[in-house]
T-cell receptor, first 110, second 112 residues
């Protein structure tokens, strides 16, 4: 049973809208990362937070933003949704060594 | 720039066979390498993690090896079962707490 919980599990949005995805990590997991996985591809790194500060970012535009909270929860926000943003979004957290992944949020943009 | 490649992209084998999945990476200065399993539409389950100083890790019917100098890893699955059908992802990190760089995965189908 994973200690990382993501919500919602599925989501349908219209192009141009904004979306917030949520992740709840285990206590003590100070590092949280977000990944985008398109169909048939490996996950791609979006960004990473450590103790509420962003400390790494992949090749994603600024309309992808995030927050990490003191209670080990985090958010991924995407503005001005595009059709290509349709993907499985994965959250992963770590206490320092090794990552635990959540089950993901399937986002469909129509 | 680190790139991770997995061959083959898809594999079908009869139940009971032993099989090997391959992974290669372009920059040998990795911190660790991890094998994940992903069921359709689901998240990732970590199978085995090999630190850069290690040569292999074993868990049940699974054995992962690492040859850092040649930039290769293999995942060996013994006595395959239909429940092993899934996508297997190889991934590396370059430093502690660093992002994970994934391959595209190998889709494995075990035929009953």
């Amino acid at each position: 049973e994973t200690g990382v919980t993501q919500s919602p599990t599925h989501l349908i949005k219209t192009r141009g809208q904004q979306v917030t995805l949520r992740c709840s990590s285990q206590s003590g997991h100070n590092t949280v990362s977000w990944y985008q996985q398109a169909l048939g591809q490996g996950p791609q790194f979006i960004f990473q937070y450590y103790r509420e500060e962003e400390n790494g970012r992949g090749n994603f535009p600024p309309r992808f933003s995030g927050l990490q909270f003191p209670n080990y929860s985090s958010e991924l926000n995407v503005n001005a949704l595009e059709l290509d943003d349709s993907a499985l979004y994965l959250c992963a957290s770590s206490p320092g060594v090794g990552y635990t992944f959540g089950s993901g949020t399937r986002l469909t943009v129509v | 720039k680190q790139e991770v490649t997995q061959i083959p992209a898809a594999l079908s084998v009869p139940e009971g066979e032993n099989l090997v999945l391959n992974c290669s990476f372009t920059d040998s200065a990795i911190y660790n390498l991890q094998w994940f399993r992903q069921d359709p539409g689901k998240g990732l389950t970590s199978l085995l993690l090999i630190q850069s100083s290690q040569r292999e890790q074993t868990s049940g019917r699974l054995n992962a090896s690492l040859d850092k100098s040649s930039g290769r890893s293999t995942l060996y699955i013994a006595a395959s079962q239909p429940g092993d059908s899934a996508t297997y992802l190889c991934a590396v990190t370059m430093n502690r707490d660093d992002k994970i760089i994934f391959g595209k995965g190998t889709r494995l189908h075990i035929l009953p």
